[in-house]
């Protein structure tokens, strides 16, 4: 049993910036992928990036130049540092661990910027 506890998340305004961290606990898989998705109201969940056990790095389009992924494997977290935010930044941020077996995710923190 894996379990994810996300935090840093709270109330900016634009252009300002946060840093989420997703620190994972339990019987961690030695290969996995880690990743965060948001979910804003009224609106499907999307995914904002994500780092394989190998450090391969994507990003959604509407994050790339603003958000950075990164992951700590000896300290079992991954984080996503957020410059520039915007108003359509607002949702839910949740992490994820994606391996062979069942996914794990967090409980998700807030993120809301205000114009």
């Known amino acids: 049993q894996v379990q994810l506890a996300e935090s840093g998340g709270g109330l900016v305004q634009a252009g300002e910036s946060l840093r989420l961290s997703c620190a994972a606990s339990?019987?961690?898989?030695?290969?996995?992928?880690m990743d965060w998705w948001r979910q804003a109201p009224g609106k499907q969940r999307e995914l904002v990036a994500r780092?394989?056990?190998?450090?391969?790095?994507t990003y959604a389009d509407s994050v790339k130049g603003r958000f950075t992924i990164s992951r700590d494997n000896a300290k079992n977290t991954v984080s996503l540092q957020m410059n520039s935010l915007k108003p359509e930044d607002t949702a839910v941020y949740s992490c994820?661990?994606?391996?062979?077996?069942?996914?794990?995710w967090g409980q998700g923190t807030q993120v809301t910027v205000s114009s």
């Open positions: 994820r661990l994606l391996w062979a077996g069942p996914d794990y």
């Open positions: 339990g019987r961690i898989p030695t290969s996995s992928t």
């Open positions: 780092i394989s056990s190998g450090g391969i790095i």
